[in-house]
């Protein structure tokens, strides 16, 4: 069965502190994908990055980066330096090849950045 | 101009009521969702349609009813509300290029 397990609940920093917010899936499919979202206090779902399972190069954007490894299901993000605007839930979701109309979410992370 | 829009943002109405959110997209996709989401969990899907023609239920159907009314246009209905069906519902778009989910701004409904 296909599974996204977000174990962190809530994290606090204090800015400029690195943070990785954890992210572990299950699933039988060889072919699948991996997202992350944001979603800030203002609650609307902003989608922060895309990896296919077969893609297991490490992505930086800015201040954001994400970790993937195949051998341990893990597709990990961390937030460099982070500042309070990075305050949010933050979702990872996974895909399947033959069913990519289901989307299946973890039940998130809060992550909150204090000045 | 934001890609996905819904109204209302935000919506009161007691139990019994029959309620309509609506959804609109410009980017084009064939490929919509309806999903809603409780406090401190994940989303969960509602239905989903590949186009006006083709409309299909999710995980947790009952309740909701739905009408795809033009490529751009989804709507989620609720017959006779209830109060458990107090939640943020969001409507999103699919990229069938790059199977990436794009959502709207939520729909804060509640049910008294």
């Known amino acids: 069965a296909q599974k996204v397990t977000q174990a962190q609940t809530e994290i606090s920093v204090v800015e400029k502190e690195d943070v990785t917010l954890d992210c572990v899936y299950e699933?039988?499919?060889?072919?699948?994908?991996l997202f992350w979202y944001k979603q800030p206090p203002s609650g609307e779902l902003v989608f922060l990055i895309r990896?296919?399972?077969?893609?297991?190069q490490n992505e930086i954007s800015g201040r954001y980066s994400w970790n993937f490894q195949k051998s341990t299901s893990s597709f990990n993000f961390t937030i460099t330096a982070s500042q309070v605007v990075d305050s949010a839930v933050y979702f990872c979701?996974?895909?399947?090849?033959?069913?990519?109309?289901?989307?299946?979410f973890g039940t998130g992370t809060r992550l909150q950045v204090f000045p | 101009d934001a890609d996905v829009t819904q109204t209302p943002r935000n919506r009161i109405t007691k139990t019994g009521k029959r309620i309509m959110l609506e959804c609109s997209q410009t980017k084009g996709h064939d490929r919509m969702y309806w999903y809603r989401q409780d406090p401190g969990l994940g989303l969960q899907l509602i239905y989903y349609s590949f186009d006006v023609k083709d409309i299909n239920k999710g995980e947790i159907s009952d309740g909701y009813s739905v009408s795809r009314q033009a490529q751009a246009k989804f709507s989620l209905s609720l017959e006779s509300a209830i109060p458990n069906q107090t939640a943020l519902y969001f409507c999103a778009t699919r990229d069938r290029d790059t199977d990436t989910q794009y959502f709207g701004p939520g729909t804060r409904l509640t049910v008294l």
């Open positions: 990896r296919n399972s077969f893609d297991e």
């Open positions: 699933t039988r499919d060889t072919t699948y994908y």
């Open positions: 979701a996974l895909s399947e090849e033959y069913n990519t109309d289901k989307l299946i």
